[in-house]
C-alpha cells in the first residue's frame, strides 16, 4: 500500500488530499503529452501542453515527487532556467493521481555581448571611430559586416549582434554623433604623424616587477588635450587617464594571467587631432 500526498494550488489556497491508489484507485494512465521545446533565454518562450487520457485535472511539478507546482491545466509556461529542466505533469480526478508524463525542456544562454566605446559615440568632423565588440559568439554589424572591430566614418546608429552556437542573438544599438566642438578641425593621420605629433603605443607589457616593462603608458609629445581609455574583454572600463604622463600598471590584473585588452586614445594638438584603438597584451 502507497499512499501519496498531493498539494495544489487552487484559486490561491494550498490544500492537501490522500489517497491510496493500491487500494481505491487501480491503473490511471498519464496524460498526454506534448514534445517539449528549446528556447533561447533572451527569447520568446511558448507554453508546454498536455491533455488528460481518462479525465481530471493536470498539475505540472519540477519534481517526481509533486512538491514543486509550477502549472495547472493542459498549458504550462517553462520558466527560463538554463540547462535542461524536466517537468512532470499529472492528472487528479476523485482523489486519484495519474501516473506522469514528462517533457523535457532545454533553455540556452544568450551570448555575451560588450561594445567599446559605449554608446552614444562623439566623433570629431572628418574623422573615423572604430568601434569593437567582445563575445563568445559570432560577430555581425548592421547583418552584413562579420567582424568584431569595424571602423566608421559616418555618424548614424549601428547595429551590432552577437550569435552562439545554439542560434541564440544578443543584440546592442551604437548611436555615433557628430562632435559639433570640434568641427573644422583635422584629424591627425598616421601620415601626419611624422611631422611633430608622433605617439608611440606599446603592444604589451609585463608588470612582474623586474624593472623591465612593468608599465603600459603611450609616448606622446606636449599635447593640448590627451585621453586614454583601457577595456578588459568583457567590454569593462579598467583603467582612464587624462594625464599623458600617467601610466597602467595592470589594474584588476596585477596578480592574475596573461590578458588582450583595448585601448582608445584621443589627443589634441592645435587644430589637429589623433585618436587610435589598438589592442595591448598584458603578458604574466
Known amino acids: 500500500m502507497k499512499a501519496i500526498l498531493l498539494t495544489c494550488?487552487?484559486?490561491?489556497?494550498?490544500?492537501?488530499?490522500g489517497f491510496n491508489i493500491a487500494d481505491t484507485c487501480g491503473y490511471f494512465p498519464a496524460p498526454h503529452a506534448e514534445p517539449g521545446n528549446d528556447f533561447c533565454e533572451n527569447g520568446q518562450f511558448y507554453d508546454i501542453a498536455a491533455l488528460p487520457t481518462s479525465g481530471g485535472e493536470l498539475f505540472w511539478y519540477l519534481d517526481e515527487d509533486y512538491t514543486n507546482l509550477v502549472g495547472?491545466?493542459?498549458?504550462?509556461?517553462?520558466?527560463?532556467?538554463?540547462?535542461?529542466?524536466t517537468y512532470y505533469v499529472v492528472a487528479v480526478d476523485n482523489g486519484c493521481i495519474s501516473e506522469p508524463s514528462t517533457v523535457n525542456?532545454?533553455?540556452?544562454?544568450?551570448?555575451?555581448l560588450f561594445v567599446t566605446p559605449s554608446s552614444p559615440v562623439s566623433m570629431n568632423s572628418g574623422a573615423t571611430v572604430i568601434l569593437t565588440a567582445f563575445s563568445g559568439g559570432t560577430v555581425?554589424?548592421?547583418d552584413s559586416i562579420y567582424s568584431n572591430s569595424v571602423i566608421f566614418s559616418e555618424p548614424g546608429s549601428y547595429i551590432v549582434s552577437a550569435t552562439n552556437d545554439w542560434g541564440?542573438?544578443?543584440?546592442?544599438?551604437?548611436?555615433?554623433?557628430?562632435?559639433e566642438e570640434n568641427v573644422g578641425m583635422d584629424t591627425l593621420t598616421s601620415a601626419q604623424d611624422s611631422i611633430g605629433y608622433f605617439i608611440y603605443v606599446?603592444?604589451?607589457?609585463?608588470?612582474?616587477?623586474?624593472g623591465v616593462n612593468d608599465i603600459f603608458m603611450p609616448i606622446t609629445p606636449e599635447l593640448d588635450y590627451y585621453s586614454i581609455y583601457i577595456y578588459n574583454r568583457w567590454g569593462k572600463l579598467v583603467f582612464y587617464s587624462n594625464n599623458r604622463n600617467e601610466a597602467w600598471e595592470g589594474g584588476?590584473?596585477?596578480?592574475?594571467?596573461?590578458?588582450t585588452y583595448t585601448y582608445q586614445i584621443s589627443a589634441r594638438k592645435k587644430n589637429q587631432l589623433f585618436e587610435r584603438t589598438g589592442n595591448i597584451t598584458l603578458v604574466r
Request: charged share 10%; with cysteine.
Open 72 to 85: 495547472v491545466g493542459s498549458f504550462c509556461t517553462p520558466l527560463n532556467i538554463i540547462g535542461t529542466t
Open 252 to 259: 584588476e590584473n596585477y596578480l592574475g594571467t596573461s590578458e
Open 202 to 210: 606599446p603592444n604589451c607589457f609585463t608588470p612582474n616587477n623586474d
Open 168 to 179: 541564440c542573438v544578443t543584440q546592442d544599438t551604437v548611436i555615433i554623433n557628430i562632435n
Open 140 to 142: 555581425t554589424w548592421n
Open 9 to 17: 494550488l487552487i484559486l490561491k489556497s494550498t490544500f492537501s488530499f
Open 105 to 112: 525542456v532545454i533553455v540556452y544562454p544568450a551570448p555575451d
